[in-house]
């Protein structure tokens, strides 16, 4: 069940937040502490709220110190969440240290069931595995909403589903690092997961179209396989976008999660534990993983970095995608002998990977970069040449491939790391920038009619054949 927190300052925008929602969640949170609960018309929208939306509803009045804007005294939250519930509710949470004998007996009078809840948003307290099973002895339903620091803790809460056996309750892993206890909710034994158009509390929590339509988090059981992207930012990351959707047009019973990552060797020891089918891995641990790796292609041993991970038997093998990705685009024309020679700009890790997959297709090679002895490193291990990026403008119309591979134009339309290479429209000019998608080198090779691809291009091209690692299909 995907559950929608109701972050609306009025019921009438609460309707709202439902209305525009409703074909993503099944049930809803409300609440009272975002709310005027002194308005009489307010509390009467809230008491018949249940009915009026046709969905279960969970009754919450959070104090400021779980995290919520109630700051008023227990009596006064005692008497609005029983006045609330003569309305008649599915669920109410209750926090675990506060004692309302007389509002449980009310609510258990009437049908409504407990959600015994604890916060802690520093981490998982020691004790939240006997925690929860003395409040489902009770008959409640445990809610542990705790903060994830790391993979670590990830791999502690996922503990906390063996030592449940099965019995209901709700687990939530909260900040960045949760962010993959949310989408896996099944998984991580949780019968329900929240989910708001709004982040108020910077808790981590999904949008509901992102659990439903990218994630299919409720559909996710026991038979779907996991994939993810391992890396340190992830948030802002199409690959979710390209390989969910991917699984979603082949009936594939998969899910790819972002994977926040502080530490390689916690997380395989997390993807050990969920069985991970295989992931994706970016900036920063594309070459701290190989030494985890069972086996590794050729190509990862040549450039000593890795992009894709699958499992395969009792091992992982590693790949790089990043490197046929190119060469997949490239091919024809080396292959019909259009490009021949190509300079690269650029000598970091984006760059070792074109200038190993043009050298091996015989191409020759020109690093030009800002740091003379990177250029230099990187041109002897690859038998190609090398000059400072200074000197760019000695190399116009020499090369039939211009390959943009640093940092510069991300985020800034007008950067442009090579401005005196001029460009004769013969070559193609390749900027592995895709966001803008139109980068000021890009501009240029437009306006001088050269075959251009596109950062975005490089992007889909070595996703496609990520896909087909994990699969064995070909991406629809
Ligand atoms: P990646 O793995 O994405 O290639 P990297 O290994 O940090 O990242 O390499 C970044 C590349 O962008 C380097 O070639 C870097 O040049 P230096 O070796 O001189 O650092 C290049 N780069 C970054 N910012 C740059 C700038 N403002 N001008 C020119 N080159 C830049």
């Known amino acids: 069940m995907l559950c929608l927190t109701l ?17 993503f969640v099944s049930m809803a949170e409300l609440r009272l502490d975002l709310l005027d609960c002194e308005d009489p018309k307010q509390m009467s929208l809230i008491k018949s709220f249940e009915h009026d939306s046709g969905i279960p509803v969970i009754l919450t009045c959070r104090r400021k110190t779980d995290g919520g804007l109630f700051d008023g005294s227990e009596r006064k939250r005692n008497s609005i969440l029983r006045k609330a519930l003569e309305g008649g509710f599915s669920y109410i949470d209750l926090e675990l240290d506060t004692k309302k004998a007389e509002l449980e007996e009310y609510a258990k009078a009437r049908g409504t069931r407990i959600i015994r809840s604890f916060h802690d948003f520093s981490g998982i307290p020691e004790n939240t595995f006997s925690t929860i099973s003395k409040i489902q002895a009770k008959g409640e339903i445990p809610k542990a909403a705790v903060m994830i620091n790391g993979i670590q803790d990830l791999i502690t809460l996922y503990k906390v589903r063996e030592a449940s056996s099965g019995k209901e309750m709700i687990i939530v892993g909260m900040g960045q690092y949760g962010v993959p206890s949310r989408i896996l909710y099944r998984k ?21 179209s992102a659990m ?32 969910n ?12 999660v972002p994977f926040l990552v502080d530490n390689v060797r916690s997380f395989f020891h997390f993807a050990e534990k969920l069985q991970i089918g295989g992931f994706s891995v970016t900036i920063p641990h594309k070459i701290a993983i190989l030494p985890y790796l069972g086996r590794s292609s050729r190509e990862v041993k040549q450039i000593g970095s890795c992009n894709t991970v699958v499992r395969e038997g009792a091992c992982w093998k590693g790949s790089n995608t990043d490197y046929y ?17 190509a300079i690269i700009i650029g000598a970091g ?32 291990s690859t038998m190609s040449s090398y000059d400072s990026l200074e000197n760019a403008s000695l190399y116009s119309g020499k090369a039939d491939i211009i390959v943009q591979a640093t ?3 991300m985020n800034d339309e007008d950067a442009d790391a090579a401005p005196n290479l001029k460009l004769t429209g013969h070559e193609t000019v390749c900027d592995l920038v895709y966001s803008p998608a139109e980068t000021a080198i890009i501009r240029r090779a437009q ?30």
């Open 7 to 23: 972050t609306g300052q009025t019921m009438e925008e609460n309707m709202e937040i439902l209305a525009r929602n409703r074909s």
């Open 188 to 208: 991580f034994g949780s019968m329900l997961m929240f989910c708001s158009e709004k982040d108020t509390g910077n808790t981590g929590i999904l949008t509901p």
């Open 212 to 243: 439903k339509q990218l994630y299919h988090a409720d559909s996710i059981d026991f038979r779907t396989t996991v994939f993810g992207l391992v890396g340190n930012p992830v948030s802002h990351s199409m690959s979710p976008a390209i390989h």
């Open 245 to 256: 959707s991917g699984f979603e047009k082949i009936k594939f019973n998969a899910v790819y």
């Open 325 to 341: 990705g190119f060469l997949s685009l490239v091919e024809n024309d080396i292959a019909n002998g259009k490009i021949q020679s």
């Open 349 to 380: 890790g984006a760059a070792r990977a074109i200038a190993y997959a043009l050298r091996n297709r015989k191409v020759n090679v020109l690093i030009l970069n800002r740091t003379l002895e990177k250029a230099k490193a990187l041109a002897e």
């Open 407 to 409: 940092s510069v134009g």
């Open 447 to 476: 306006a001088s009619g050269c075959r251009i691809i596109h950062g975005m291009d490089l992007l889909l091209a070595q996703g496609y054949l990520q896909f087909e690692s994990f699969t064995g299909f070909k991406y629809p």
